[in-house]
């Protein structure tokens, strides 16, 4: 049977799941978390943190305990307003994060152990976010919005990985761009305009080798790669949908909540799925196994909580990024949560009487929350006075 904790309900027992709470949480008070990579057997984050009256670009290690182990904070972007949107690992380990600094964009590289090894931003011309960030080969490719007066574009950027510029490639009818990967086939690149969204493949030279509109019924969540193939993620009314770049539904998941946001995705190992997001004030985290198709789910503590990210963190584990808003300032909260447990158990009712066999004593089983299985119920009898043995069952 599935459903290890039960409880008795008025007239009938009822199976639930047990609590799945996080094994650690860090507060980190004055930090705007964005994006979040387990790599090397540490955790990173990067977002902004406030001093001076500036926020500036923020980077910081914990270890699988959640102890920090270093945290820094990129030179280059000192004089003003500055935040980290994306990050990622590059071939040899290093880190890459992605943002803006002022209006321009911001793009860095540091060490494992924290070490600045270079920084760039483009200040001159038309104002650059960016929006993502990915390693591939001997290259970096960045995804950006670019404002052009009133309109925006979506463009693809590709810097080699010591910085120095290669290409700029506008992706037409983009007016974001949202997402980039380094898969088999070379680099994707998740875009939206007018007209809809749709994935795109890059060559090494920036030249868009080939384009797959998105289903409309689908909006895109994210872009990720599961054994070097690339993975849409996207919510389409009350399910998660996992897509091919062509289209394809891989894969759908009910969603936990139909009413409730959700922000992020991630795909961990053996087809576990997790997703983030939250609802009125509470954040909100779902892991989908791959045996089973009903989400386990929690609620992020807190009194104005947004689940911003999520990822694997190893064991079967995840990482959750949330932003408590809560008295005028801002919290954001890094948290690991262990494997969901095992939909499995068993519950011995109470003794209760039943008569002398004339009369049916009415008894209610409840079963919520579970996607397969079976739930067995034994009734034994025994002689009054008598428990040692059942008469019968």
């Known amino acids: 049977a599935h459903g290890p904790a039960v409880r008795a309900g008025g007239r009938g027992l009822i199976l639930a799941d047990p609590a799945w709470t996080p094994v650690w949480e860090v507060e980190l008070p004055g930090v705007t978390g964005a994006d979040l990579v387990a790599s ?9 943190r406030e001093a001076d009256g500036v926020r500036r670009i923020w980077l910081a290690a914990f270890s699988p305990r959640g102890e920090r182990i270093w945290e820094t904070r990129a030179r280059a972007y000192w004089d003003t307003d500055s935040h980290a949107t994306a990050l990622a ?8 994060l992605t943002g803006w600094y002022g209006r321009a964009l911001a793009l860095a590289a540091f060490s494992r152990d924290g070490w600045e090894l270079w920084s760039l931003s483009r200040e001159e011309g038309d104002s650059l ?5 990915a390693a591939t080969g001997d290259s970096v490719l960045v995804a950006a919005v670019k404002w052009e007066g ?14 120095s510029f290669r290409w700029e490639s506008p992706l037409p009818e983009a007016s974001e761009a949202m997402a980039v990967a380094a898969g088999d086939g070379g680099a994707w690149v998740l875009w939206r305009g007018d007209g809809g969204w749709a994935v795109s493949r890059v060559d090494p030279d920036g030249r868009i080798a080939e384009t797959h509109p998105g289903p409309g019924d689908i909006a895109p969540l994210d872009l ?5 193939r690339p993975v849409v993620v996207g919510s389409g009314g009350d399910r998660l949908v996992l897509l091919s770049p062509w289209g394809e539904i891989l894969r ?20 576990d799925v997790a997703a983030v997001g939250w609802k009125d004030e509470r954040g909100r985290v779902a892991v989908w196994t791959e045996t089973c198709g009903t989400p386990w789910e929690a609620t992020i503590p807190g009194r104005s909580v ?33 494997p969901p447990p095992e939909r499995r158990g068993e519950y011995v009712s109470p003794f209760f009487p039943c008569g002398n066999g004339r009369r049916p004593v009415p008894l209610r089983v409840e079963v919520a929350g579970l996607s397969h299985g079976t739930v067995g119920v034994i009734l ?3 002689a009054e006075g008598d428990t040692s043995q059942p008469r019968n069952s």
């Open 40 to 48: 090397g057997g540490l955790f990173y984050l990067a977002g902004s």
């Open 89 to 96: 690992t590059g071939p040899g380990g290093d880190l890459l």
């Open 129 to 133: 976010l960016g929006t993502d960030v």
């Open 150 to 163: 009133s309109r925006t574009q979506g463009v693809l950027l590709c810097y080699g990985l010591d910085g």
């Open 224 to 228: 990720l790669v599961r054994e070097g």
């Open 252 to 271: 759908f998941l009910p969603r936990w909540d139909p009413g409730a946001s959700v922000r992020r995705a991630a795909l961990g190992p053996g087809g």
């Open 306 to 338: 947004r689940a911003l990210d999520v990822a694997p963190a190893g064991e079967g584990g995840w990482l959750v990024l949330s932003t408590d808003r809560a008295d005028g300032g801002v919290t954001s909260r890094l948290s690991r949560w262990a």
């Open 380 to 382: 034994e009898a025994f």
